[in-house]
């Protein structure tokens, strides 16, 4: 996705009077994978910025990896963000939390007997935390989720 609509603009807006200096920002969603929901933004931090995490002896120093592998052995380059490679994109908006959940979770339908589970970063101790409560007790906005 990141890639295709990078070249087009490329190919064939950049050029167009009404878009030249002006900030290219494109959204992305990866709601064609099965379990999209699941991903978190540790994939997309990868592509944009080859992040992985933080070395585990070290834990402000970021882990960062170049490429990896398929299963048939070809590599994905990561890190696009680390170069003048894509440097027309202004920003990228992605979320893979657009979903029914998320719906039922801003709604204020009380009529249905809803759990939702979450997996949130804790502040304070920077470790991932997994709740599951009711909806009377459950909070969330409409941006959580989304990375820019």
């Not at 991903?39 to 402000?60: C, M, T």
């Not at 990896?68 to 003048?84: T, V």
Request: net charge positive; charged share 25%; hydrophobic share 40%.
């Amino acid at each position: 996705m990141l890639f295709g609509k990078h070249e087009k603009f490329k190919a064939q807006y950049a050029a167009l009077q009404h878009v030249s200096e002006k900030p290219f920002v494109i959204a992305i969603a990866p709601f064609e994978q099965p379990f999209f929901y699941m991903q978190l933004n540790s994939a997309i931090l990868r592509v944009w910025f080859a992040y992985d995490g933080v070395e585990p002896h070290d834990s402000k120093k970021p882990k960062c990896i170049g490429e990896i592998q398929k299963p048939n052995g070809s590599g994905i380059k990561l890190g696009y963000f680390l170069n003048e490679e894509m440097e027309e994109i202004s920003a990228v908006l992605f979320s893979n939390t657009a979903t029914f959940a998320k719906l039922q979770a801003l709604s204020s339908d009380s009529k249905h007997r809803v759990f939702f589970r979450s997996l949130r970063l804790d502040g304070n101790t920077r470790k991932l935390v997994q709740t599951v409560k009711g909806k009377s007790e459950y909070k969330e906005a409409l941006l959580d989720g989304l990375s820019v």
